[in-house]
């Protein structure tokens, strides 16, 4: 099982930190105090995932002297990248700021509200998570110094595996709702189902209906809920999609019958318990695919951890911490991990003698 988590709004609440900047980012570059919840409804109402970006929206729509909803009506067409609102700025004659001197304000503003964060999700709660997904990652718009902070304040980095940043996006088409960013968490690590994204926003649903879409998987999107994304909808309700799933497995059959009266379909499910081994041989089959790439990964792969073992990294990874424990500080050293790759390849017999 593979479970991915976005930071803000879903790890993390960022309602006193990200929040906040905004709102101080708005006024700095503006002159003009405009209500947070104006500034929030903007972000959230065009799915601007990136709060620098929002940010400028934000200064476009206190330096407009519109009300919120007619900027919204004028505003909604440029709203989807960065440089469409430069060009609707430029059209309106509204000056910016430049984008570098408004990130630097940003994360500024940000380095004195971090300390408001608080966690969401319990260590207790990741704890179990992490003991039952076979991977555990992260995908945030977050640039990684933002993360690193907020990461080693409620020392988070035990618990995952990968961890996509802002950093690793190269250009800002790439990131949220592109799919980018899902194509490349799995380029690093392999792709296995059960597969689950935690999100909060329509951004997050989309990156995965588009990597769905693209490269024919199913990657489950989980919607945390929050005050500002009650609008979302996913495209079919949980008890609908489950059934729909145990139809492509062969688990389950319907007939279809179109009510007279109402005219609507009405549909009536059968289980097949014929197909259940042939669903576990097919089931154990993906497990033995994924534990061949997995021994693949750690045969070709370094591999550090400090003496506390807090939390394991690959070289690249390790090197972005010069090679220091972001938990404990201490030094890390490359890992001897025969014994994993013994683990691994006995449970790949045992699954392969199986499969005879």
Known sequence: MVVIFDVDGVLIDVSKSYHYSIG???????????????????????????????????????????????????????????????????????????????????????????????????HDVLERISKKADILGVITGRPFEDLDFSFKHFKLYRYFDYIITEDDIPEPELRKPSSYPLELFFKKLSYEEPAFYIGDTNADLKMVESFNRKNEKNVQFVLMENQHNKDIKTDIKETRNMLYR?????????????????????????????????????????????????????????????????????????????????ECGELMHQEDNKKIIEKLEKEIKALEKELK
């Open 246 to 326: 145990l139809y492509h497995a062969n688990l389950v059959s319907f007939t279809r019958k179109k009510d007279k009266k109402k005219g609507w379909y009405i549909y009536y499910w059968t289980f097949n318990h014929k197909n259940i081994k042939h669903l576990n041989t097919e089931l154990k089959k993906n497990r033995l695919k994924n534990l061949k790439e997995r021994v693949k990964r750690e045969s070709k792969s370094l591999f550090f951890a400090c003496n506390n073992k807090c939390i394991r990294f690959d070289f690249d990874q390790a090197t972005n911490f010069n090679f220091k424990c972001p």
């Open 24 to 122: 101080d980012t708005v006024k700095k570059f503006s002159g003009v105090e405009k209500p947070l919840e104006e500034l929030l409804d903007i972000k959230f109402s065009f799915n601007i995932n990136n709060d620098w970006d929002a940010s400028i929206a934000g200064i476009i729509y206190a330096k407009s002297n519109l009300n919120l909803e007619n900027f919204k009506k004028l505003f909604k067409e440029f709203s989807n990248s960065l440089d469409k609102m430069y060009i609707f700025a430029e059209k309106n004659e509204i000056e910016l700021p430049v984008y570098e001197e408004l990130v630097d304000f940003f994360e500024s503003r940000y380095r004195i509200h971090r300390l408001k964060e608080e966690m969401i999700f319990p």
